[in-house]
């Protein structure tokens, strides 16, 4: 069955570095998406990504966040200075209409 | 700001019982997705309903979207300890970003 695969699963950083986050979507879907789950909350919406521009970002999706889809397969999430507040669950999703399906996410930790 | 509000929080009940969780908010939403949610893994979508009063059936699992699309339930019958998890609803629109609610952790005791 098609999945949404990410990587790295963990990626321990310290504050101020550059993460980048990566994603393989389900392969004929059209709309992907990043979500957050900081500790004990609740998943957020990041930003919407269709036809290769971005389509809706929330207001956490601030300067210092910026997706990409560099070859056509791979979705990428980047932090360019990360904070200690930074430190969550990040899961990618796809979709082709509608129904979106999650990647297992990749924890990342700002020390 | 739309908000979903599930309850109850927790619950914790025997293999063999019946049970409902509840999703709700001021807002109405183009559609409303359950998902389960394992520690540490990604929602898993269970089901999607679209119209209002609509009802989706999942093997024991039943859902209902509300008569104006505000609201949700999850139906259970005789749950089973595999059905142990973090139920989460979420609804779609007017953008194009889920909006979450917190979840309920459900625990079925064998």
């Known amino acids: 069955e098609p999945e949404v695969t990410q990587t790295p699963s963990h990626q321990v950083t310290q504050m101020g570095q550059e993460v980048i986050l990566r994603c393989v979507p389900i392969?004929?879907?059209?709309?992907f998406y990043w979500y957050r789950q900081i500790l004990g909350q609740k998943v957020e919406f990041l930003v919407s990504f269709y036809n290769n521009e971005i389509s809706e970002k929330s207001e956490i999706f601030d300067d210092q966040f910026s997706v990409e889809r560099p070859d056509g397969s791979n979705f990428t999430l980047k932090i360019r200075s990360t904070k200690l507040e930074d430190s969550a669950m990040y899961f990618c999703?796809?979709?082709?209409?509608?129904?979106?399906?999650f990647g297992e996410g990749s924890r990342l930790t700002v020390l | 700001t739309q908000l979903l509000e599930q309850s109850p929080q927790f619950l914790s009940i025997q293999e063999g019982e019946n049970l409902t969780v509840y999703c709700n908010s001021s807002?109405?939403?183009?559609?409303l997705q359950w998902y389960r949610q394992e520690p540490g893994e990604g929602p898993v979508l269970l089901v999607t309903?679209?119209?209002?009063?609509e009802v989706k059936k999942l093997k024991r699992l039943t859902f209902q979207f509300g008569d104006a699309r505000k609201d949700s339930s999850l139906h259970i019958t005789a749950a089973q300890p595999g059905d142990t998890g973090l139920y989460l609803c979420?609804?779609?629109?007017?953008?194009?970003?889920?909006?979450f609610g917190k979840g309920t952790h459900l625990i079925i005791q064998p």
């Open positions: 999703a796809s979709s082709f209409y509608g129904e979106l399906f």
């Open positions: 979420a609804g779609l629109g007017p953008g194009d970003g889920l909006t």
């Open positions: 392969s004929n879907h059209l709309y």
């Open positions: 309903v679209v119209t209002g009063g």
């Open positions: 807002s109405v939403f183009s559609s």
